[in-house]
């Protein structure tokens, strides 16, 4: 394999790469898709700057889409479906509003990572004084 042709490889391999963890792919998953090691994932990250650059860039995108999506369903949302009824026989196709509320689980999680200091579960308590201990006889 020539210079040219190691590098149009190393761009294809990249571009899937990126394509994979965009899609929640982890390094096991990279390494069984490319039939290799998951060493040789850590490997080719370390040697080639190229291939390091599209894992981080499709985890990251990876990353804020779950972020976004644990956001919208921590303060709820709102979406149309369409719905059939049978009219007499006749079926009637009608766009309905549908409310997804709040979930309180997300919503903790969310502030218990993103306002750490006022939502965490451990609470620290601080004392400060002098404590006098009397010996008597």
Known sequence: MNLVEKDEFLIEKAKQAKKLCELGAT???????FEVGVTTIGK????YDLFARALKTGK?????RVERALYTRAV?????????F?????????????H???????????????R???WRDKQEAHVDGKIEIEWVK
Request: charged fraction near 40%; avoid cysteine; charge should be negative.
């Open 100 to 114: 997804i509320p709040p979930d309180v689980n997300a919503a903790q999680f969310w502030l218990k990572n993103r």
């Open 44 to 47: 080719w990250r370390a040697k």
């Open 76 to 84: 709820g949302y709102d979406y149309e479906t369409e719905k059939a």
């Open 60 to 64: 990251e995108l990876a990353d804020e």
């Open 116 to 118: 750490r200091e006022t």
């Open 86 to 98: 049978n009219d007499k026989g006749n079926i009637v196709k009608t766009t309905v509003a549908e």
């Open 27 to 33: 390094d096991k998953d990279l390494a069984e898709f």
